[in-house]
Structures are given as structure tokens and as C-alpha cells.
């Protein structure tokens, strides 16, 4: 008996979807193109977060050096970053390298470069610490004590860097969840017009169906049962888009300032079992809006 009600309530809720076709894709496609505005801030918001996490776990600075340093203060700067605690020196790029690595970093808008009369980009030493160097060996320690050094022009600290990114993804955050609850209503008031819609269009139908009997929950479920189907199918519909997007971004090759390429990742599989269920959910209760209404009038 229970298999025989729940296969009528879904045959209703077809039949009612087929005799509403346009509406029903029209709604249908509207929440799928919420859902994917929502996925496709996660999946960009997911990947800068990855790559700031590739970036941020090791501490890293650039020391920049005066124009006309001698070999002998070079040797100290050297000597001085050589005596931190837990410091490898990657590598020393000369003015002449720092230059070549600005060009190759801008690609064909780097032709202005070649009009310059003197090469304005300083000597500095690339290094990375190994380990976090021990408590009394912050970042901002760090900085002092080599800005002290003589022939050093300014240093750069990753840490900085990253607070300041830190802080960015953090408003990213919050926009995103602020764009996601509109979106979430946008979706739960894109179900309600098309449940009414149809219940609408069907109106003679339900009365008849009142007049034999039938009970409000009987002649609501197929209504509820077509609102999370099109909330069901929207879900699934914005993930497929979103992850063509993926393999199309995945294909390309990605650099920030000519640093290695970025490894382009999808969501995770939680997000996107999130994204499903918020399109279902938000539709089922759009759908059960606009059907608490219409029993009401």
C-alpha cells in the first residue's frame, strides 16, 4: 500500500512537470544557474585557498641590496642570513636576472621594459627557513635584524605577505557567504512561483479532488515532491556545468608572476553533496510556501 501511494505521488508530480514544461525549465534553469554562481565561488575560493596554503607553510623573505654594494658587504649580508637559525639561501639574483624574471613574469607587455634607461630593479637574495627557527626568531626579528645589516636597501617577509592575504580571504569569506544566502533565497522564491504556478493551472483538478475526499496531504505531496525535483535536477545539473568549467580552467596553464604553475583543483566531494542538498532543500521549502498558501486562500 505504502509502495502504491509513493509511486502515485511521484507519477502526479511527472505528470504535473509535463503539463508545465515550459515553466518547469524555466524554473529549473534558474536554479541551476544560482547554484552554479554559488559553486563557482567555491571551487575559485577553494583554489586560492589551496595555493595560499602551498605558499604560507614555509616562511620566506627577500633581501634586497643597495645599488653599488661591494663584494665585501655582499659577503656580510651573505654571513648575516647564513648565521639565522634554520635559514637556506635559495639563490642570489643579480639586477641584470631580477629584470629578466619581470619580463619573462609580464609576457608581451613587458616591450616598455627595453626603453628603460637603467635598470632600476636591485640585487637580492632569495631565502626560505627550514623549521619555524625557534620561538625568539619571529618574522618581525627577522626583518630588524637584517634591515640592520650594511648594503641591505629593504626586506621582504612572506609572513606579511600572508596576514595580508589571511585577511583578504577572510572578507572573500564573508561576501561569500552573504552572496550564498541570497542566492538561497533566490532559489526558495524561484520554487514558489513555479509550484504556484502549477497549482494554479491545475486549480479545477484539486477542487475535484477535494470534493471526493481526498485530504490536503494527499493533494500536496506531488506538489512538494516536484519542487525537490526541480531543486534535485538543478543540483545536479549546476555541478556538471561547474565541473566542464573545471576541466576547461584544469587544461590551461596557470602562473602568478612567473612563479611555478598552479595546480587548479575541484571542490571537494563534500562540497559538492552541499551544493545538491542546497538546491533540494531550498526548493522543497519554496514548494512548500507556495502550496501552505494556496490552501490557505
Known amino acids: 500500500m505504502l509502495l502504491r501511494s509513493i509511486s502515485y505521488f511521484f507519477h502526479r508530480a511527472l505528470k504535473n512537470i509535463n503539463s508545465n514544461r515550459f515553466v518547469y525549465l524555466l524554473g529549473l534553469g534558474t536554479t541551476a544557474a544560482c547554484l552554479l554562481i554559488m559553486g563557482a565561488f567555491l571551487l575559485i575560493f577553494v583554489n586560492i585557498h589551496t595555493?595560499?596554503?602551498?605558499?604560507?607553510?614555509?616562511?620566506?623573505?627577500?633581501?634586497?641590496?643597495?645599488d653599488g654594494i661591494s663584494h665585501y658587504q655582499k659577503d656580510k649580508v651573505y654571513a648575516s642570513i647564513q648565521a639565522l637559525p634554520g635559514a637556506k639561501t635559495m639563490r642570489f639574483i643579480s639586477k641584470e636576472e631580477a629584470?629578466?624574471?619581470l619580463k619573462r613574469a609580464l609576457g608581451d607587455q613587458s616591450k616598455f621594459l627595453d626603453h628603460l634607461a637603467?635598470?632600476?630593479?636591485?640585487?637580492s637574495y632569495e631565502v626560505i627557513f627550514e623549521g619555524d627557527g625557534g620561538p625568539d626568531l619571529t618574522p618581525e626579528r627577522i626583518t630588524k635584524k637584517l634591515e640592520k645589516a650594511d648594503g641591505v636597501e629593504e626586506v621582504q617577509c612572506s609572513a606579511e605577505w600572508r596576514n595580508k592575504v589571511e585577511g583578504m580571504l577572510s572578507v572573500a569569506q564573508f561576501i561569500g557567504l552573504t552572496i550564498g544566502g541570497l542566492l538561497c533565497l533566490c532559489i526558495v522564491f524561484?520554487?514558489?512561483?513555479?509550484?504556484?504556478?502549477t497549482l494554479y493551472t491545475r486549480r479545477d483538478e484539486i477542487e475535484i479532488l477535494k470534493l471526493v475526499g481526498a485530504t490536503d496531504r494527499f493533494v500536496k505531496l506531488p506538489f512538494l515532491i516536484e519542487g525537490a525535483i526541480q531543486g534535485l535536477?538543478?543540483?545536479?545539473l549546476?555541478?556538471?556545468l561547474?565541473?566542464?568549467?573545471?576541466l576547461f580552467l584544469s587544461s590551461k596553464k596557470i602562473e602568478i608572476l612567473g612563479l611555478a604553475p598552479l595546480e587548479f583543483v575541484f571542490i571537494p566531494a563534500a562540497y559538492v553533496v552541499a551544493l545538491v542538498l542546497i538546491g533540494l532543500g531550498m526548493s522543497a521549502i519554496g514548494s512548500l510556501v507556495a502550496v501552505g498558501r494556496f490552501f490557505d486562500i
Open 99 to 101: 629584470l629578466t624574471d
Open 233 to 236: 535536477l538543478g543540483g545536479i
Open 118 to 123: 637603467h635598470n632600476p630593479l636591485p640585487a
Open 238 to 240: 549546476s555541478v556538471g
Open 190 to 197: 524561484i520554487a514558489t512561483n513555479t509550484i504556484k504556478l
Open 51 to 66: 595555493w595560499f596554503q602551498g605558499w604560507g607553510h614555509t616562511l620566506s623573505l627577500n633581501v634586497y641590496l643597495e
Open 242 to 246: 561547474l565541473f566542464g568549467g573545471y
